[in-house]
């Protein structure tokens, strides 16, 4: 072999090392790298090393990367059809690489790059699947990129092969093979993989694109079973309303018209959602609209011919004409199959025959209405609805017998609460008293009490009833039930004494009261107390006023201070008007006492107000230091106010002017007052004492940070000057002291 190259005098060293060591690699990498840095023979040396390396060491994988590497490099700038035998070549020595080193993914990658630029696909496809077959399945994925861009680019039938093998191998990149399909126009492959896709349930998009192909591709996918693949599509609720467009378009493509209508016809009954069925009637619309031009187009050619019309452009005239009036309907019928409890579509489609005015559909869809909306799963209303409507289609047209034939069958049928039983029975009352039939009225009335006792509004009606056409006995019968059934408001009890009373009935009225009382407690029964307590007065006046202290006393008994001010202003009153003033006077000062505390200042007031109009000014003296003794620094000031301004009016100043020193330090601002009374009533004298009181409380009341600051400021230069005072002091020399000793330190 080293007869083969040229051998330097600097090859001497390396070829000593190979010789003496034969089977070390690195000293054959050492000698290879050198020569090819010297560029000695061009690339044949190389490869003449590299070939004696080999036989001493063929199972290198190092080695063999190196050496196919470089024999590939040989042949860039070689074309693989004018250098056939170069390329054959290397493609041997691939081969005998591949004999020790067929499970190293790189050998094969490369080789397989080699393959894929020669012109034999069918060499370079074995290649690739040698490729397959020898390495395991965990390094395919090295493969597979390459070996997919060469079927791309070779496509046809080995594409497809590729492709397939691929899927099987990784099913979940299906799409990849998918895509390729569409792009190439393989229809039928391509809906085949789909259909697989949607049996493995991977599917996603995959009908609606199934469905696209099948429209748009009738006879690429003939051989296809195209109207039951669609039909299983649209049995599993997958986009059923572009599957029913997609199977009519398949027929319409393929010439099968009336077929295809017949699809578009099953569609618009069988689609439950309004979506899909938005999409099926657009596509069927516009079938019959393309059906209408195709007919106006022939028929001008037949005008053109001079022969004459035929009946075909109105038939298709006429069933687009129909198809848009039934819209509604079938836009109802979806509604209804999607949910049939939906009281609201039920009702809607009542309308849309009642604009046809058509009784017997009218009739029909109530009866369907009633009979398939369950009460516990009705939405959009409730069943009563549904009846009330039913019902009052036949009372707009005065068909008395009609009405009271759904409304009896109404209150018997199953619904879904005693309130739509209650809603039944006052509509049904309120429509016999609206034609005046009374005892129609009363009877339904009397029924509904019996089903729904509890009611406060059939009881309410009835008694409206017995009321206006009734006896006194039988609305008082009506009444004591509601009682008894203890459903009464306190609006009930106030109408029943109303009633009693406007029959001459006063103590009943009164006890219809007191019970009422009993049942109720606070705050309600504080209303109820105050209209008893006023028709009582007004009653009786003065006639019976033991009677009625008593029952002011019995209301105030159990009354929380909160509610019983109102008791205690209107008992005061009756003592003013038909008692004697000094009780009237003890009744506003137990109010003081026995109202909230936040209305104690209002009544204070109230009581001076009194007591100054029943035994003059000055009795007052005694109510407002009373108050301002018992209220809180807030309200008193304000009751001290008063008090200072009764003074003025006694011409009290004096005692006025103490009121108002009284208050100050209360912390309440009451300046612009007392400013005002030392300019009408004051001097010089009164008017500086009023601003030093003021000085001195805003000096303690005073919580400005400012304000505080400056103060605090002040006092620490008081206490600096008075400490530097004290050091001048001790530091001036003192008087002599006779008595001192005079010593000297010599002395000591």
Partial sequence: MASQIDITDDDLRFEEEVLREPY???GWLRYIDHKRASNSGGGRSATVLFERALKRLPGSYKLWKQYLEHRLSLLQTKNAALCHEDYRRVNLCFERAL?????????????????????????ARRVFDRALRALPVTQHHRVWPSYLRFARRVGGIVAERVYARYVQMWPDRAEEFIAWCVAQGRWAEASRRLIVEIDSGRGGSAWRRLAQIMRAQPEAVAELRVEAILRDGIARGRGAGELWAALAAHFVARGLVEQARDIYEEAVVKVDSVKDFAMVFDAYAAFEEAGVAAALESEAERVAKGKAGDLMMDLKLLRLERLMDRRPFLASDVVLRQNPHSVAAWLKRVSLWREKNDEARIVETFEDAVLRVVPAKASGGSVAELWLAYAEYFGASNRAKEYRDVMDRAVAAPLGSKEELVDLYVAYAESELKGGNIESARRVLTRATAHTAKSLRVWALLIDLEEGAGSVAATRAAYDRVLELRIATPQTIVDYAQFLEDHSFFEDSFRVFERGISVFGYPVAIDLWNVYLARFVKRYAGEKLERTRDLFEQALSGCPAAY????????GRVEEEYGLARRALRVYERATQGVAR???LEMF?????KTAELLGLPATRAVYERGIAELGDKDAVALVLDYAKT???LAEIDRARALYQYAAPMGVDMWAVWHEFEVQHGNEDTFKEMLRVKRSVQAKFNTDPKRLAALEVEKQAQRAAALAAMQVDDSAPGPANPDALDIDDDDL
């Fill in 99 to 123: 004999l020790l080193l067929h499970k190293m993914p790189r050998i094969w990658i490369m080789y397989t790059g080699l393959m894929t630029r020669q012109p034999d696909v069918s060499a």
């Fill in 598 to 600: 936040e209305k104690k």
């Fill in 24 to 26: 070390k690699l690195k």
């Fill in 605 to 609: 007031k109230y009581y001076a107000a």
């Fill in 564 to 571: 019983a001010q109102s008791i205690f202003l209107a008992y």
């Fill in 647 to 649: 003074e003025c009016r």
